[in-house]
Structures are given as structure tokens and as C-alpha cells.
């Protein structure tokens, strides 16, 4: 199997549980950020960001379970997800650190934050909601016709605008197998994952106190303006902000924007220490 080269560092691998575990350290000093991918997503995606936060947090990017390079977990549920991001602080070290997630990421950040406060610091949640269910939001994607391989990367892609799906952040999970271009991802396991991720997350969205951000996009399909405003209304310690001219892959349509929220939020909540001298 082979991938396509990113500006990125390698993937660095840890066992947690009895599986393999596929992250990039992005390296530096400063305060860790453990940044988590949404459903067919990897932690490749958060290059562009470790760049803009570089020099001042060292921002770690899990592949988490059944995704990247990462084994699959057999159970896809949110606290299982949780249970390997809390395995995965323990055992590099960098806890307390800011979470940050995006989509299924942003639910698994504070499902975390609820059960494991003590490796939390901060917590940024970008366009996820906690009302993930019909009919505030289609939650479950039908990957189900998608195909298993293709003979060219650009055919798999073609395959999928085919089906009207935007390819862009699924093409990072396209890798080349010695039978053909294919996805990282077991499509039954996505389906899986995204039933498991279906329900109603008030509960545990409250349950936490750490300061957190809630970054929604202005055309976002899947957080509503009014969740959104009753997310930042009910939970303590919750900064709501909306980034105009960005659907739900937020940190790709308005990447300075994005990174910068983040970085105002984390010298705010989770402050790095005095950037090194020139010279």
C-alpha cells in the first residue's frame, strides 16, 4: 500500500489496548493539542494547522480507531473512541492538553473532556452538535454503493462526485493497494460508527466545565444556529463563534480564520509559554 506524500511528518505509531495506533507529532514547544479527525478523516488533516499554532503548541493528530493507518477497534462507539484519545495522552504524556475535534472528533473531544477532566485543559469543538439525530441533521452518511477499488486515484474520486459526495476530504483516506485504488476506511465500519454516533449528547455536553470553544460554520449542514446558541448557553465556560463563508469542513474553506480562533482561544485557555528569541 502506498500513500501520497503530504507536507506532513511521518506517522509515528503506539500500541493502546492491544491495537495500533497511527498519530503525527508535529513537534515544538509549547502546551500539546491533541487534535481529532472527524468520520472518514485523518489526522493528516490537521497540517495545515499545526503550521499556523507552530512555535507556540505542539499539536499531536491522532488517527483514531478504523481510520488512517490506525487498526480497526471493533466497537465504534463515543466512549471508545474517548478511551483510546485518554490511552493515547496517558501514554505520550502531554496531559493536561487542549482537545480540539472536528465533527465526530468534536463529539469524542467532550465525551473525553466529561470522562477523563483531569487530561483536559481546554476543549475546541468545531461544527459538531449534540443533537445528532433526525430530523435536526441526516447523521449517517450511506457509503454503502461506494466502491471498494479503483484502478486510478482520479477514477475513485470520479466515483464518488458521481454520487454527489464532495471527494476532497475523503480523497485523504485514498491510498494505493496492490489491487487498486481504495479508502483507508471499511465502509461498514463508518456506517457503524456513524449509528453509534447517533443521539442526543446534552447530557454529556454539560457535564464538563473546561473552558471550550464552539466554532460552527456559517453553512454548516450539520449544526444548527439554534444549537449552536443553546450549546454556548447551557455549558459553562463556552465561547460560541461563527465562521462566515465556510460549510462543515470549516478548517479547509477558511483555514486562516480557523487557525486563528483557535489560537486566540488556546493563548486564552491553555497559554504557551514566551516565544522563543530571534536570533
Known amino acids: 500500500m502506498t500513500d501520497g506524500p503530504a507536507d506532513r511528518p511521518a506517522e509515528s505509531f503506539v500500541r493502546l489496548g492491544g491495537r ?7 513537534g515544538g514547544p509549547g502546551p500539546a493539542v491533541l487534535a481529532l479527525h472527524g468520520h472518514f478523516g485523518r489526522g493528516r488533516i490537521f497540517a495545515p494547522l499545526a503550521a499556523a ?3 507556540r503548541y505542539r499539536v499531536l493528530a491522532l488517527d483514531q480507531r478504523g481510520h488512517g493507518l490506525s487498526d480497526n477497534g471493533g466497537e465504534f462507539t463515543p466512549d471508545a473512541y474517548a478511551a483510546d484519545a485518554a490511552a493515547f495522552l496517558e501514554a505520550l504524556g502531554p496531559a ?13 473531544a467532550f465525551h473525553l473532556a466529561h470522562r477523563r477532566p483531569d487530561l483536559v485543559a481546554a476543549l475546541v ?21 461506494w466502491p471498494r477499488r479503483a484502478p486510478t486515484r482520479r477514477a475513485l474520486a470520479r466515483a464518488l462526485a458521481e454520487r454527489g459526495v464532495p471527494a476532497g476530504y475523503f ?8 489491487d487498486g485504488w481504495g479508502f483507508l476506511f471499511d465502509t461498514a465500519d463508518m456506517t457503524a460508527s456513524q449509528a453509534a454516533l447517533t443521539g442526543d449528547f446534552t ?26 446558541r443553546r450549546m454556548a448557553r447551557e455549558r459553562p465556560n463556552t465561547r460560541l463563534v461563527e465562521l462566515p463563508d465556510s460549510g462543515h469542513w470549516l478548517y479547509a474553506d477558511a483555514p486562516d480564520a480557523f487557525a486563528h480562533q483557535v489560537r486566540a482561544f488556546l493563548d486564552h485557555a ?10
Open 96 to 108: 493536561p492538553a487542549a482537545v480540539l475535534g472536528h465533527s465526530m472528533g468534536g463529539a469524542v
Open 20 to 26: 495500533r495506533f497511527a498519530y503525527l507529532d508535529f
Open 171 to 178: 480523497m485523504d483516506s485514498a491510498a494505493e493497494f496492490p
Open 53 to 55: 499554532l507552530a512555535g
Open 125 to 145: 469543538v468545531a461544527d459538531m452538535t449534540t443533537l445528532n439525530r433526525e430530523p435536526e441533521t441526516s447523521p449517517v452518511l450511506d457509503v454503502s454503493g
Open 203 to 228: 447530557a454529556v455536553w454539560n457535564a464538563s466545565a473546561q473552558p471550550a470553544l464552539l466554532l460552527r460554520a456559517a453553512d454548516s449542514f450539520l449544526l444548527t444556529p439554534a444549537t449552536a
Open 270 to 279: 491553555h497559554p504557551a509559554g514566551p516565544a522563543p528569541a530571534a536570533g
